[in-house]
């Protein structure tokens, strides 16, 4: 039989070029040959029957539409498939996929992969919640925020990873959109430019994403996220930017956009143009309720900026009048309402996912003056924090705790509406917890300031980490994790304090 002779990809290819076109088959045939699933997998939005699964295509010579495939199991080894199916990805949304199985048991442990050219993805773990009626035993959770590519390694992903959790909250700042500095020293640095087109913020998800630590999280268990600035530009504040842009709203789509692709989002949540719904209700059975509020997308701006400038600055009271307008609001009148008509008093507990420290922090010693505060979180807005803590004590919220991260320090705090009375009631409890990578400010910073506030009852601005928490009808455990050397990708990790909330007992105790 006289052999067929096959022309090599390679020749073709050439061929193809020569002609002004790329056939088809041979675009396939190169994305075949490249990783695809470089970016790993990861899980998030969980039901009672079902959860968000996301991956992302990474490629030259992708098609234009690549059908991907996803399956679910029971077990690791995939032998018991319970749910599979096939999503398009597709250049408008980075090839990005975001499937949605749904018809799966609650409160129960699943696997997942995907599969498209040839190629086949990591496997991820997964979970569902447990039913609405389920009353569980626990619920294992942390949070963490400010990962801050170029201010240091991921070693605290990894110490997460060995920990039992069945959710991972994030807070805020997955990316930062500035440029590393061009004179810095930094060993991890921000590829391109400050991020401003859809174009920047995919390839600045992407550097993120390619690390392995944070992959290896993604992939052990479902995150519910909300965003705080820098996923779009530091201390931005509704449609006003802090250099005053005049095109900010157009970096805003964009941002928000590449944010939803880069997440395991529902379909549902996909942004329309600025407008992506950030809040919403978790229930974990009977339990606790998970409340998650964006501070960004409706907040006033920031009173009292610098010349020239929006944003946050560092005030004395007694020279900026706005700061007490009781009129500006954080999260907007219809998020307000949102969030009063969200807490239930029918469950032990009741936990608000939110950006940035709630309790107060006064850095002027009081016998010098009403006090010094900072504009961009809740100090700046002190009457819509007040609202909130007055809509807990009117409503009688059981065991209300509230979750924070932005400032880059671990903070445990009492909420209450009289600061000044050491002897008010204690209305809710408060976990503020530290950047996984970002800088913070001196300690000795914190320990000038901490005097001045005595509801406050630990602060470290000097611990790079996140918090762990174990969640059961009576109680609250806490703790505060490490890293012993943040730029050591390897770095041994440690349990830097703990602390416990008891059930009709606000406030957090030592423990």
């Not at 309790?359 to 819509?384: C, H, I, V």
Request: hydrophobic share 40%; glycine share 8%; net charge neutral.
């Amino acid at each position: 039989m006289t052999a067929l002779w096959t022309p090599s990809r390679r020749g073709l290819l050439q061929a193809a070029l020569a002609a002004g076109c790329v056939p088809a088959f041979l675009r396939h045939a190169d994305a075949a040959t490249e990783p695809l699933f470089r970016l790993g997998v990861a899980s998030g939005s969980p039901r009672a029957d079902g959860v968000v699964l996301w991956t992302r295509l990474l490629g030259d010579a992708l098609p234009a539409e690549v059908a991907v495939q996803w399956e679910v199991a029971e077990d690791e080894g995939f032998k018991t498939i319970v749910a599979r199916g096939t999503e398009q990805a597709e250049p408008g949304t980075a090839h990005s996929v975001h499937a949605e199985p749904s018809g799966l048991r609650p409160d129960r442990w699943y696997w997942y992969r995907f599969r498209a050219l040839g190629q086949e993805s990591a496997a991820g773990r997964t979970r569902t919640t447990p039913a609405a009626d389920a009353r569980p035993a626990s619920l294992r959770f942390s949070i963490a925020s400010c990962q801050r590519w170029d201010h240091g390694e991921y070693a605290a992903w990894s110490d997460m990873a060995k920990q039992d959790l069945d959710l991972v909250l994030f807070l805020g700042d997955y990316i930062y959109e500035s440029a590393t500095a061009i004179d810095g020293k930094a060993p991890r640095r921000h590829a391109g430019g400050a991020c401003h087109t859809l174009d920047d913020y995919r390839a600045r998800y992407a550097q993120y994403k390619s690390d392995p630590r944070l992959q290896a999280m993604h992939a052990k268990a479902p995150w519910i996220l909300i965003w705080d600035d820098h996923e779009v530009q530091n201390d931005w504040a509704g449609d006003v930017s802090e250099d005053l842009a005049p095109d900010f709203h157009q970096r805003r789509i964009a941002a928000a956009q590449a944010y939803w692709e880069h997440q395991p989002f529902p379909a549902s949540m996909r942004p329309k143009g600025v407008d992506i719904v950030l809040s919403h209700r978790v229930d974990w059975g009977r339990l606790a309720r998970l409340i998650t509020i964006d501070d960004r997308s409706w907040r006033d701006q920031q009173v009292c900026p610098k010349p020239g400038r929006a944003g946050s600055n560092t005030v004395n009271v007694k020279d900026c009048p706005d700061l007490l307008n009781p009129r500006r609001t954080l999260l907007g009148a219809p998020q307000e309402q949102w969030l009063r008509d969200s807490w239930d008093a029918t469950r032990p507990w009741n936990l608000l996912a939110q950006q940035t420290l709630m309790t107060r922090f006064n850095a002027q010693d009081p016998a010098k003056g009403p006090g010094r505060y900072w504009t961009d979180g809740w100090d700046g807005y002190p009457f819509a924090r007040e609202r909130l803590l007055r809509d807990l004590a009117s409503r009688r919220v059981p065991n209300a705790v509230v979750l924070g991260g932005d400032v880059h320090a671990n903070y445990v705090a009492d909420l209450k509406l009289d600061w000044n009375d050491e002897k008010a009631a204690v209305l809710a409890s408060e976990f503020c917890g530290t950047s996984i990578s970002s800088a913070g400010r001196e300690q000795s910073q914190v320990d000038k300031a901490l005097p001045f506030n005595p509801h406050i009852r630990y602060g470290r601005s000097d611990q790079r980490g996140y918090m762990r928490f174990e969640l059961q009808a009576g109680r609250l455990d806490a703790e505060l994790r490490s890293v012993q050397s943040p730029w050591d990708a390897d770095s041994p990790s440690f349990s830097a304090a703990r602390f416990v909330v008891e059930a009709g007992r606000p406030g957090p105790q030592p423990a």
